[in-house]
C-alpha cells in the first residue's frame, strides 16, 4: 500500500517560488504515473502536472506552463514540484498522486488513482 506525504507549502508572495516535495512508501516508482493536483475553495479540482516514470514524459496544466517543473527522484523515491513566478491565483491545496495501474498517457486524469497524499496548502499574495 503506497502512502504519499507532501511537504514544502508555505505562503509567499507573488513572483515568488516555492519547491512541493511528495514522500512515497510502500512503493517503487517504476513504470507508474504520478501527478500534482490542485484544489482551491469552491473550485473544481485542476491538473497541474504529471510524469510517467517509464519514460520520463511529462504533462503540464495549461494555468502553470511554463512556470513549474515536475521531476522525481528514484533513489529518494519522491516527486517535486518546482513552481515559479507564482501568481495569487496559484493559492490551493496541492495534492500528490501516484499509482502504478495509470498507463503512460494518463496521468493527467485524477479519477484514475488510487493513493493521495493528504495536501499541502500553498497561499500567495
Known amino acids: 500500500h503506497v502512502q504519499l506525504v507532501e511537504s514544502g507549502g508555505g505562503s509567499v508572495q507573488a513572483g515568488g517560488s516555492l519547491r512541493l516535495s511528495c514522500a512515497a512508501s510502500?512503493?517503487?516508482?517504476?513504470?507508474?504515473?504520478m501527478a500534482w493536483f490542485r484544489q482551491a475553495p469552491g473550485k473544481e479540482r485542476e491538473g497541474v502536472a504529471g510524469?510517467?516514470?517509464?519514460?520520463?514524459?511529462?504533462y503540464y496544466g495549461d494555468s502553470v506552463k511554463g512556470r513549474v517543473t515536475i521531476s522525481h527522484d528514484k533513489a529518494k523515491n519522491t516527486l517535486y514540484l518546482q513552481m515559479n513566478s507564482l501568481k495569487p491565483e496559484d493559492t490551493a491545496k496541492y495534492y500528490c498522486?501516484?499509482?502504478?495501474?495509470?498507463?503512460?498517457?494518463?496521468?493527467?486524469?485524477?479519477?484514475?488513482?488510487?493513493?493521495w497524499g493528504q495536501g499541502t496548502q500553498v497561499t500567495v499574495s
Open positions: 498522486a501516484h499509482d502504478s495501474q495509470v498507463p503512460a498517457g494518463y496521468c493527467h486524469r485524477a479519477e484514475l488513482y488510487r493513493f
Open positions: 510524469i510517467y516514470a517509464g519514460d520520463g514524459s511529462t
Open positions: 510502500g512503493s517503487r516508482f517504476s513504470a507508474k504515473c
